[in-house]
């Protein structure tokens, strides 16, 4: 709502199978009768202090607002990943100043904050969605260059995709 209409749905389109794939990976895993029982084994193991739920919380605080800060940020631009917007802008204020993605940073750090807060054994569901939210990344960097060549190049070169780089090449 409120955001540029969509140039073309074929990278959305593109897409829906891989994310089919990964909704019932995860549905998958959650109705595996050995992974319940790691679960349950490691909750009743676990001496899960107070301090590691509030890490938690605070991570997952920080993980949503990250997200809605770099949502913000990208206004009307904002779509579906991997979805094209008519007369598009790249936006590279805020969050998006540091790291390309940072919205998906931001929900990698809310599942994680999750994980901490409540089972670190959760921490297992991070590997479909990061691996998805990295492939979504990298097909939308592909259409980014070809909209924006040079200035793409160079906000790749001075920003990192899910954290921001440390280290000046």
């Keep these: 709502m409120g955001a540029k209409r969509n140039a073309t749905g074929r990278l959305w389109r593109g897409g829906i199978g891989l994310r089919l794939i990964v909704i019932l990976l995860i549905a998958a895993m959650l109705r595996s009768p050995s992974l319940r029982e790691f679960l349950a084994k490691t909750q009743r193991s676990a001496s899960h202090s107070s301090t590691l739920g509030w890490a938690g919380v605070a991570v ?3 993980g949503f607002g990250l997200a809605i800060s770099a949502r913000w940020h990208l206004g009307r631009n904002w779509g579906m990943p991997m979805s094209r917007k008519e007369q598009p802008e790249l936006v590279t204020s805020g969050p998006y100043a540091l790291i390309r993605h940072p919205i998906y940073t931001g929900l990698i750090l809310a599942m994680l904050g999750s ?6 054994s959760w921490t ?3 590997v479909p969605v990061g691996a998805y939210f990295i492939y979504s990344a990298r097909r939308e960097e592909s259409a980014m260059l070809q909209l924006f060549p040079e200035q793409y190049a160079a906000y790749m070169a001075r920003t990192g995709m899910l954290a921001p780089r440390l280290f000046r090449r």
């Design 124 to 126: 297992l569901m991070l």
């Design 115 to 120: 994980a901490l807060g409540v089972n670190v």
């Design 60 to 62: 997952c605080v920080l």
